[in-house]
């Protein structure tokens, strides 16, 4: 297949495809996730912020009293609470209680504002740099003067007696998430070309299998031809140089003689020609015309009264086993079946040396229909056996034409056969003979019906 220029183009055309859909699908997916990450990282965090913070409101609101004052019992309950302008120190129980302890966590602060936004009290790691007044948005993104970037939720406390006291503010540093985020979109960005490049060696190896049948009946077809057209050349030229030599005949004889030959010749010919229709058909499962029900006890006693010649010829004897009272029907096309058996028949005639028999039988089991031909003949070599059917083949020894046809025989048969469900099989003895045997299905019997 390498050195066949059509399909590498075609391999490397169908590797390139592949290549670029599945990296356009890969990069959608890539882009998908980075997407669905974001959201669901974001939707967890301000899940997170939004509980912490609804707690803490709650919590602190009942023991405000007057507004942007903080008492002592809202010191109480956020242990740390540093007051604007103080040097704070953690107290030392601060890890055991629970609220405080979350903006010893890395990242989290909390801010009580006034309503115009000026810092009263912080507890955890501020951001350096940061306004001390900031924007008072339910939901914000804000970032220190150092680049650093803060999610943050503001909500609005009310004193004991329902005035607008100030806010709380929760806030988490986003580098964590940035990095995250950043390693996440390196992965992607380098992991597609990586996959790509999987994918590239994985469609080259896929096209090659995609493309294995194909070259294979390519293949196939040529062979196909050049055996037709050398099968072909032979009785043309042998027609050419007879003409040629028609010229130059000196009598009647040698004129008739010549045209025994061309008459040989055409036959040869025409019956080459009739194959090739018939295989081509064949190929095309244009084959069926006439199924009908067939009798096979009169098929094969029609084919021995037709074939009674040739043998006497040949000097051979046919021997049919039949069903006495029982008629063998199957459905079929008659005309296939016919030139099926015959095929076979015809082999037997021509292999088997004078005085050698040939025995057709006709028979059944459960489920198929069995006629075999057994022959006295040459036989075949077991290493022979598996090329027999195939298209033009003929044994070796047989090259000389002394017998045998273009090596179509066979092969059309066995096509027949398949057409009908079935199958030929033959066992084969060099200098013993051949069974060749025909199953074909017995009931529920549908051939192989024919393409548009
Ligand atoms: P051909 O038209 O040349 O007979 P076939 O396809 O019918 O071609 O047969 C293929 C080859 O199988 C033949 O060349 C022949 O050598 C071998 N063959 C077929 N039938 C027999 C048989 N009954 N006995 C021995 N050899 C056979």
């Known amino acids: 297949m390498n050195q066949n220029q059509i399909f590498n183009r075609t391999r490397r055309q169908l590797a390139g495809w592949y290549v670029l859909v599945t990296g356009l699908l890969l990069s959608i997916c890539g882009v998908g996730l980075y997407q669905v990450v974001i959201y669901s990282q974001e939707y967890i ?3 997170k912020l939004e509980s912490l913070s609804g707690t803490l409101h709650d919590s602190i609101e009942p023991f405000l009293e007057q507004p942007n004052q903080i008492n002592n019992n809202v010191k109480k309950l956020l242990p740390g609470l540093c007051l604007k302008g103080q040097v704070c120190q953690l107290p030392k129980d601060v890890e055991k209680r629970h ?14 504002t006034t309503l115009s936004g000026q810092v ?11 306004n001390q007044k900031i924007s008072i948005e339910f939901w914000q993104q804000v970032n220190s003067n150092n680049g650093e970037s803060f999610y943050q939720i503001s909500l609005l406390l009310r004193t004991q007696t329902g005035l607008r006291w100030g806010y709380l503010q929760i806030g988490r540093s986003m580098v964590e998430w940035n990095n995250y985020l950043m390693t996440l979109r390196l992965l992607l960005i380098l992991g597609l ?4 490049l999987l994918v590239g060696g994985a469609s080259w190896w896929l096209s090659r299998l995609a493309m294995r049948p194909i070259y294979e009946s390519y293949r196939q077809m040529q062979q196909f031809t050049s055996d037709a057209a050398h099968e072909l050349r032979t009785p043309l030229a042998v027609l050419q140089s007879t003409i040629e ?5 000196k009598d009647l004889e040698e004129v008739e003689q010549n045209l025994e030959i061309m008459k040989r010749q055409n036959r040869r010919l025409s019956s080459l020609v009739t194959d090739l229709l018939l295989i081509s058909k064949i ?3 244009k084959f069926f015309t006439n199924i009908q029900p067939c009798c096979l006890n009169e098929l ?11 043998a006497l010829s040949a000097g051979v004897t046919l021997k049919t086993d039949l069903p006495i009272n029982e008629s063998i029907m199957m459905m079929g096309e008659p005309s296939q079946l016919y030139r099926m058996v015959s095929n076979l028949m015809t082999n037997g005639i021509q292999y088997t040396p004078s005085g050698g028999i040939i025995n057709i039988t006709l028979s059944c089991t459960e489920n198929y229909i069995l006629i075999q031909i057994q022959d006295t003949g040459i036989g075949i070599a077991p290493e022979e056996l598996p090329r027999i059917f195939d298209r033009f083949y003929r044994v070796q020894s047989d090259r000389c034409r002394l017998t045998g046809g273009a090596g179509l025989g066979l092969s059309i048969a066995q096509a027949i056969a398949h057409a009908h469900r079935g199958r030929i099989t033959v066992k084969s003895q060099l200098a013993q003979g051949s069974v060749f045997t025909i199953e074909l299905p017995y009931q529920n019997f549908s051939p192989v019906l024919p393409k548009n």
Not at 120 to 130: E, H, V, Y
Not at 193 to 196: Q, S
Not at 302 to 308: P, S, T
Request: zero cysteines; aromatic letters at 6%.
């Open 300 to 310: 094969i006693l029609d084919l021995v009264e037709e074939l009674e010649e040739l």
């Open 245 to 249: 030599e028609m010229g130059l005949a």
């Open 45 to 47: 965090l301000r899940q």
């Open 99 to 112: 609220i405080a302890g979350v903006f010893q966590q890395e990242g989290y602060y909390l801010r009580l």
């Open 283 to 285: 190929d095309q499962q």
């Open 120 to 130: 009263l009290a912080t507890i955890g790691q501020q951001p350096q740099g940061m």
């Open 193 to 196: 070309p990586l996959a790509m």
